[in-house]
């Protein structure tokens, strides 16, 4: 009996490799062609006695080339291997690359496949054998274990992530949980793979630095902070051999802490902080920076701004704190002044002041000056002696339109009268708006004072116009300048009753009359009547004395201003002719005489 070639291929097979089943084959085959081809396949396949095996059945890299051999023996129910019987097999999972012959089982019952996949899974192998009209279910379902590549990892399909991955709290304590999935060229999940985690910043507490992957190819790690940054995670895998670094750099968001915000940390800044207007409209710009326990900015936080003083118009934030921790008002005054801010955070139970607390000065307006509110003043103002020494300070505070003071502005001075020594400010106003010169004269008189604020063409010029009296002196009077004038000088009669009034007038060495000085008249000769003889100047330096006579001559006045030991005895003494009464000749005192009286030549 002749076999088939197909029947003589497999009976070569099984000789190379078992002779005994070769042998046993040989047998059951020359059975068969004995009984003919309708006697095999009226022949059960056993599903039970067939078996399907497959060899290697773990550790099968899934990387579509390795591949793990699958052998289906069909047998009936007796056990004996049954020829010629198609095989049709089926893997479960994905991926899976199937290598079936087609064919039928050999003369040793035998029929032979293989398997590779490019998913790392746990596949099953099931067989269906063409038996009769219908087809068996081999009750054999052997598992094979495809695993990922561990020599191929990939940087792209392995992937890096982290949760959460923003406003993670900048405490050291609140983390964010890094996690790392390894996975080889074909994105299978590689296990027990070494992965190292890095990241940037500082302040960082990362832990482990190292993990192993697990069955799922995943490794784990936590990140925490004590620094508010975007911190970036970089993977390695394999660091101390293929050492491949994952495409994938997640980012976490570390925020400042807004349950421990630290007062002496935060900050608070004016800008402008000196010679802010105080117009009510120029302002300076508050700006808070909200900061942690650690220095970390923090974001979302309310702030409310106070300012010390009055006039004050004060603009809260608008809005909370901005993710760099910042907050602005602003802060104009109609009062030039340094105000003090005071910031406070979270208004409320657990408010936090800062303990910085700026200064901004606002200073009066130069454009607004007003000629009302400004004022001038002189001290003394009464009294001033004349002597060209003693001075009235002239002082000027300059104001705005909001009465504050100003300061920088030049102020001029200008008095009325003569013979003034007027000394300009050395310099502009200060702080406080003043501005300060002197007058000095040798005219006593009254003067009066006029301010100009900033000469020239916007000038101002104040409302407010002291006087200041300025009087003789008193203690320094001229015998010279002193004048003293008797009228009529002559002819008056020297009958008791006729007068030449005696007028003087008190000067002091700068000639200006000196009013309340005691004057002593006296006349030469003899039978005078002088009233007064002695009297104090009125308070044009005047003063009045009349002389009459019943002698006739001519008197000499001498007059004496303070008479005392620092008396002054005036330069001038008018004189004044008294002559006899023509209306009143006296017979009896009248007088004739004739000399000589004798021995007279009579030729």
């Not at 059951?28 to 497959?54: E, N």
């Not at 050492?243 to 935060?266: H, I, R, T």
């Not at 200064?359 to 001038?376: H, K, Q, R, Y």
Request: hydrophobic share 45%; glycine share 8%; charged share 10%.
């Amino acid at each position: 009996m002749l076999l088939d070639s197909t029947s003589r291929s497999q009976f070569a097979h099984a000789t190379r490799t078992s002779p005994w089943r070769a042998c046993r084959g040989l047998l059951l085959a020359l059975a068969l062609a004995s009984c003919g081809d309708s006697t095999a396949r009226r022949a059960v396949v056993s599903a039970s006695r067939s078996t399907v095996s497959v060899s290697p059945s773990s550790g099968v890299v899934a990387d579509g080339l390795e591949s793990a051999a699958i052998s289906v023996v069909v047998r009936d129910g007796a056990g004996a291997p049954m020829a010629g019987r198609t095989v049709t097999l089926a893997v479960s999972g994905t991926g899976a690359i199937l290598d079936q012959p087609t064919g039928v089982t050999n003369a040793l019952g035998r029929f032979d496949a293989s398997v590779a996949s490019v998913v790392a899974e746990l596949k099953t192998i099931t067989a269906e054998v063409e038996s009769g009209a219908g087809s068996v279910d081999l009750a054999d379902q052997p598992q094979v274990e495809f695993v990922a590549d561990a020599s191929n990892l990939s940087s792209t399909l392995s992937s890096a992530s982290a949760a959460p991955s923003n406003g993670v709290v900048a405490d050291g304590v609140a983390v964010s949980t890094l996690t790392a999935t390894i996975r080889d060229a074909l994105g299978n999940p590689v296990p027990d793979i070494e992965v190292a985690f890095a990241t940037n910043g500082g302040g960082n507490t990362l832990a482990p630095r190292l993990a192993t992957t697990d069955a799922g190819g995943t490794a784990t790690a936590t990140l925490a902070s004590t620094v508010a940054e975007t911190k970036t995670i970089t993977v390695t895998a394999a660091p101390s051999g293929s050492a491949v670094v994952l495409a994938d750099q997640p980012q976490v968001e570390f925020v400042g802490d807004p349950s421990n915000l630290s007062a002496s940390l935060s900050d608070v800044s004016a800008s402008p902080a000196l010679g802010v207007v105080a117009d009510g409209t120029t302002v300076s710009t508050i700006q808070v920076t909200a900061r942690d326990v650690n220095g970390n900015v923090v974001a979302g936080r309310t702030v409310l701004l106070a300012a010390s003083g009055g006039g004050n118009t004060l603009v809260q934030p608008l809005g909370t704190t901005g993710a760099d921790g910042t907050a602005s008002g602003t802060l104009a005054s109609i009062v030039a002044e340094t105000k003090t801010i005071t910031v406070t955070l979270d208004p409320g139970v657990a408010d936090v002041v800062l303990a910085s607390a700026p200064t901004v000065e606002f200073v009066g307006d130069p454009s607004s000056i007003d000629a009302v509110l400004s004022s001038c003043s002189a001290a003394p103002t009464t009294g001033v002696v004349a002597d060209g020494l003693q001075v009235s300070t002239l002082t000027v505070v300059v104001r705005d339109v909001n009465s504050n003071p100003v300061a920088g502005r030049t102020v001029e001075f200008a008095v009325s009268g003569s013979a003034n020594t007027l000394t300009q400010p050395v310099a502009t106003t200060d702080s406080s708006g003043v501005a300060s010169g002197t007058i000095a004269s040798t005219a006593a008189e009254t003067k009066m004072v006029t301010a100009t604020i900033d000469p020239g063409a916007s000038q101002v010029v104040l409302a407010e116009q002291p006087t200041v009296e300025f009087i003789a002196d008193a203690s320094n009077l001229s015998a010279t300048l002193s004048t003293a004038v008797a009228a009529p000088a002559s002819g008056v009669v020297a009958n008791g009753v006729a007068t030449s009034t005696i007028t003087v007038v008190v000067r002091d060495a700068n000639g200006n009359a000196v009013p309340a000085i005691a004057v002593q008249f006296d006349a030469s000769g003899s039978a005078n009547t002088l009233v007064p003889n002695a009297a104090a100047t009125d308070a044009a330096g005047e003063i009045r004395a009349t002389l009459a006579s019943t002698l006739a001559e001519t008197k000499t006045v001498t007059i004496t201003l303070d008479p005392g030991p620092a008396q002054v005895v005036l330069a001038s003494q008018p004189s004044i002719e008294f002559i006899g009464d023509a209306g009143a000749i006296d017979p009896v005192l009248s007088s004739v005489s004739a000399s000589p009286s004798a021995g007279v030549v009579a030729d």
